[in-house]
T-cell receptor, first 114, second 115 residues
Framework: EAGVAQSPRYKIIEKRQSVAFWCNPI?????LYWYQQILGQGPKLLIQ????????DSQLPKDRFSAERLKGVDSTLKIQPAKLEDSAVYLC????????????FGEGSRLTVL | AQSVTQPDIHITVSEGASLELRCNYS??????LFWYVQSPGQGLQLLLK??????LVQGIKGFEAEFKRSQSSFNLRKPSVHWSDAAEYFC?????????????FGTGTRLLVSP
């Protein structure tokens, strides 16, 4: 079974530029998450999708971050314009159960904003 | 709102020695508790989870954890550490978020293994 795929693995941009990250969850998983992990901190939930609907985006900085999951499968997270404090690893995860279950994580996309 | 505290930022253990990583949670209902491990440059891998039942849960790689409701703790243990266990360990509490699973993570504990 293929795992959660993310790309790109690494990205370096200047502040005020834009960047997009892509995630393809495990086949059949209805719930998809984007987490932000700043160096030295635990992952923080940015947004949670159930199929193509948003369950929770309360911690997403909506003035600069956006995310979509148009067909209920893969997802894109965009940052525009980027700030220095956006430097982090962006982790995508998915799960197939509405009840408590294991989240499966991708390897992450590391963003460096200069 | 739920939260997780991992009081130890770094822990160094000699290879072959026992290990205990501490985790305290705050949650108003019965929690679902998890331990994940993250090796450098990798995503998070589930070590073990507690939903209900036996408070001592076994996981992969020889890890176990004990849920203590009275102490709001879910400490991770391993009787004999191997050099390959060096990684970052995250405790997480799961909650139902408008009917769907959501995880809140602690800040992590970095495990260093000395020869």
């Amino acid at each position: 079974e293929a795992g959660v795929a993310q790309s790109p693995r690494y990205k370096i941009i200047e502040k005020r530029q834009s960047v997009a990250f892509w995630c393809n969850p495990i086949s059949g998983h209805a719930t998809l998450y984007w987490y932000q992990q700043i160096l030295g901190q635990g992952p923080k939930l940015l947004i949670q999708f159930q199929n193509n609907g948003v369950v929770d985006d309360s911690q997403l900085p909506k003035d600069r971050f956006s995310a979509e999951r148009l067909k209920g499968v893969d997802s894109t997270l965009k940052i525009q314009p980027a700030k220095l404090e956006d430097s982090a690893v962006y982790l995508c995860a998915s799960t197939g159960q509405g009840a408590p279950g294991e989240l499966f994580f991708g390897e992450g996309s590391r963003l460096t904003v200069l | 709102a739920q939260s997780v505290t991992q009081p130890d930022i770094h822990i160094t253990v000699s290879e072959g020695a026992s290990l205990e990583l501490r985790c305290n949670y705050s949650y108003g209902a019965t929690p679902y508790l998890f331990w994940y491990v993250q090796s450098p440059g990798q995503g998070l891998q589930l070590l073990l989870k507690y939903f209900s039942g036996d408070t001592l849960v076994q996981g992969i790689k020889g890890f176990e954890a004990e849920f203590k409701r009275s102490q709001s703790s879910f400490n991770l243990r391993k009787p004999s550490v191997h050099w390959s266990d060096a990684a970052e360990y995250f405790c997480a509490v799961g909650a139902m978020n408008t009917g769907f699973q959501k995880l809140v993570f602690g800040t992590g504990t970095r495990l260093l293994v000395s020869p």
